[in-house]
């Protein structure tokens, strides 16, 4: 496959244009940040791109970029007509849980529906995909999933106990899934992001003071890119990762060291 993905070939030069040759990964939340960011790479890897998102004109676009080469779904993950359709494909080599959600505020201010919302999204419909992709896995050799977690799945922090809840949820399912499907050959791990320059996270590093905060708390000092956690799930759906499973990779610059 010759790919013309526009990304940034810094954080591609050390795969090759065939790690994930002739494999079929789907993605979810791929329309924007760090979804669209794993696409591309995936894409440009020689993947087979299953892209997932609610918008189907910022799919439209990650297609446009993609020579028209990307397989477009655009569904809600917690639907159950987009569970079936996983179920039926033929096969299916690598899952990226991407998609999630937060409601940054006090836990005295959290509403219901928010915190139905965060727990719906981020843990119940991160389970079912994963639970619909184990039948098109099983007829595959030695596939991997990789679930969206985050640095708040290792800490604590003000205005984040229902974020902070669900991502320590995806760190405790992930290593039971991991247990659980060791023995059919199926790999499960987790990426653990630290503040990514994204779309969802603009309005939040807005804030000169939470910004400066964030910073602070980051030994590295600087914030990290979509790429930085597209460089992780890719490697972490290849061969070079054959003996991971269970773990966590965290993308943090340090921020859990403390």
């Not at 993947?47 to 609610?54: D, E, M, N, P, S």
């Not at 320590?168 to 060791?182: F, Q």
Request: neutral net charge; aromatic residues 6%.
């Amino acid at each position: 496959m010759t790919s013309n993905a526009k990304i940034n070939c810094d954080y591609l030069m050390n795969f090759s244009p065939s790690l994930l040759k002739d494999k079929t990964i789907l993605i979810t939340g791929a329309g924007k940040g760090i979804g669209k960011a794993c696409a591309l790479m995936a894409y440009a890897c020689g993947a087979k791109v299953i892209a997932v998102a609610r918008t189907e004109s910022d799919l439209n676009a990650l297609n446009a970029e993609c020579n028209q080469s990307l397989t477009l779904w655009p569904f809600d993950v917690s639907s159950a007509e987009f569970h079936g359709k996983i179920a039926e494909l033929p096969e299916l080599h690598g899952l990226i849980n991407n998609a999630g959600t937060n409601h940054v505020a006090n836990m005295t201010e959290q509403p219901v529906e928010k915190i139905d919302g965060v727990i719906d999204l981020n843990i119940r419909a991160l389970y079912l995909v994963s639970q619909a992709a184990l039948t098109p896995m099983l007829k595959t050799k030695e596939p991997a999933i990789v679930n969206m977690s985050s640095q708040m799945g290792h800490v604590g922090s003000p205005k984040r106990t229902l974020y902070c809840m669900s991502k320590h949820a995806v760190e405790g399912l992930t290593k039971a899934m991991a247990v659980e499907l060791a023995d059919q050959n199926i790999r499960v791990n987790s990426v653990a992001p630290t503040f990514v320059k994204t779309p969802l996270t603009e309005p939040m590093l807005a804030d000169p003071e939470f910004k400066q905060f964030v910073l602070s708390m980051i030994p590295l000092g600087k914030l990290a890119v979509p790429e930085d956690v597209a460089n992780a799930c890719i490697y972490l759906l290849s061969d070079m990762a054959k003996m991971i499973t269970g773990t966590c990779l965290k993308i943090d610059g340090g921020w859990t060291a403390r």
